[in-house]
């Protein structure tokens, strides 16, 4: 069964500190991972999107890591602010553009 | 450049009622897709339209759902009649074209279901 397993549920930092997201999954045949904010009452938001051969992606403050071989990426936020605070959600992509979503986890920046 | 548009932010109906959602893509975005986010969950997907023809519609309820895209632009998301468990956010998004490796989906802000 295809999944994306994203860890921990929820966190919450002080503004400007740094965090990391975890995403696992056995989502086969795999052809790109993508990590979308999703902030309270909207529409998901793409970050990153990264293929099979490409181990890590920045956008800004994020950076997004994949490891092929263990199946596992990781998505980073460096000097939080409050605007951070959203629901970061990991997203697998099929062949055919087939999306398997995670659940995502909830972050809360606080001051 | 405009986003996804969709329409009504919120709605609440009684169990057995009917309701339905409507979602205007991006323009020149050939496929649209509907999800159905609840509470605490990813979205999971209901129905792809390519165009105006349906690609994927495996996990859409048909008993109690439809969906229709009849000119290949806007498209309008039925529930009729709709159940407790219908209760979450429907989601609507477009894409330039399906296929693509890095074919990007961007979504609407989505309508808010509470089936009461």
């Known amino acids: 069964k295809n999944q994306v397993e994203q860890s921990p549920q929820s966190l919450i930092i002080l503004e400007g500190k740094n965090c990391t997201l975890q995403?696992?999954?056995?989502?086969?045949?795999?052809?790109?991972l993508r990590w979308y904010k999703q902030d309270t009452g909207r529409g998901p938001v793409s970050l990153t999107i990264m293929t099979f051969s490409e181990n890590t992606k920045s956008n800004g403050r994020y950076t997004a890591t994949l490891d092929a071989d263990t199946k596992q990426s990781s998505l980073h936020i460096t000097a939080s602010q409050l605007s951070d605070s959203a629901s970061y959600i990991c997203v697998v992509s099929l062949y055919g553009n087939k999306l398997v979503f995670g659940a995502g986890t909830i972050l809360r920046v606080k001051s | 450049e405009a986003g996804v548009a969709q329409s009504p932010r919120y709605k609440i109906i009684e169990k057995r009622q009917s309701v339905a959602f409507w979602c205007n893509p991006i323009s020149g975005h050939a496929t649209l897709y509907w999800y159905q986010q609840i509470l605490g969950q990813g979205p999971k997907l209901l129905i792809q339209f390519q165009n105006n023809g349906v690609v994927d519609d495996s996990q859409l309820p048909k008993d109690r759902f439809s969906a229709e895209r009849l000119k290949g632009v806007d498209s309008t998301l039925k529930i009729q009649p709709a159940k407790l468990e219908d209760s979450a956010v429907y989601l609507c998004?477009?894409?330039?074209?399906?296929?693509?490796?890095?074919?990007?989906?961007?979504f609407g802000a989505g309508t808010r279901l509470s089936v009461l």
């Open positions: 995403c696992n999954y056995t989502v086969s045949p795999f052809s790109n």
């Open positions: 998004a477009s894409s330039p074209q399906a296929g693509l490796a890095k074919n990007i989906q961007y």
